[in-house]
């Protein structure tokens, strides 16, 4: 358990919630080494149609993905779990090269062993053009999003 992250399973509300919000957070720090500790050393991902194994593959991965997604701000909210799968609905907002906003919308299915540490995670994501007042994540460029910014649901999202 030297890899432990909690809150480990079986999950609560309250842990299945504290579960997605440190996801969340994670990946608004946009550190792919960082992130993808969260993973088991052999995790498996379908990120839309791709599919990835390893450590090592989800770092590239990430790498790849905060150097194409400028901006990138992401909010997570839980859908249901159960003892060590927790589902997720999320929402990213993010500009390309060109200065063309997004806003991508998607699906997370998570799958965790005993240390807490993610097993699978299987995501499907939609992108949608948005002009850049329609924006609705907005704080700092970089880093959490703050205690009492208003979550997707909150947002009408």
């Known amino acids: 358990m030297s890899e432990a992250r909690p809150p480990l399973p079986p999950f609560t509300p309250e842990t299945a919630i ?14 792919p080494a960082k992130v993808a500790l969260a993973y088991t050393a052999d995790s498996r991902w379908r990120n839309r149609s791709q599919f990835l194994q390893g450590r090592p593959a989800i770092v590239g991965f ?11 701000r992401l909010i997570k909210e ?15 907002e993010w500009h390309d090269a060109g200065g063309a906003w997004f806003r991508s919308h998607g699906n997370e299915n998570w799958l965790f062993d005993e240390s807490g540490l993610m097993r699978e995670r299987h995501a499907s994501i939609n992108d949608v053009a948005i002009r850049e007042e329609e924006r609705k994540f907005l704080w700092d460029r970089s880093g959490p999003r703050p205690v009492g910014h208003p979550g997707l649901s909150d947002l009408g999202l």
């Open 78 to 92: 839980i859908w249901a779990f159960t003892y060590d799968r927790i589902a997720v609905r999320f929402a990213y």
């Open 18 to 31: 504290a579960k997605v919000r440190k996801a969340e957070d994670a990946w608004n720090g946009r550190d």
């Open 62 to 72: 990430l790498t790849a993905k905060w150097q194409t997604e400028a901006e990138y």
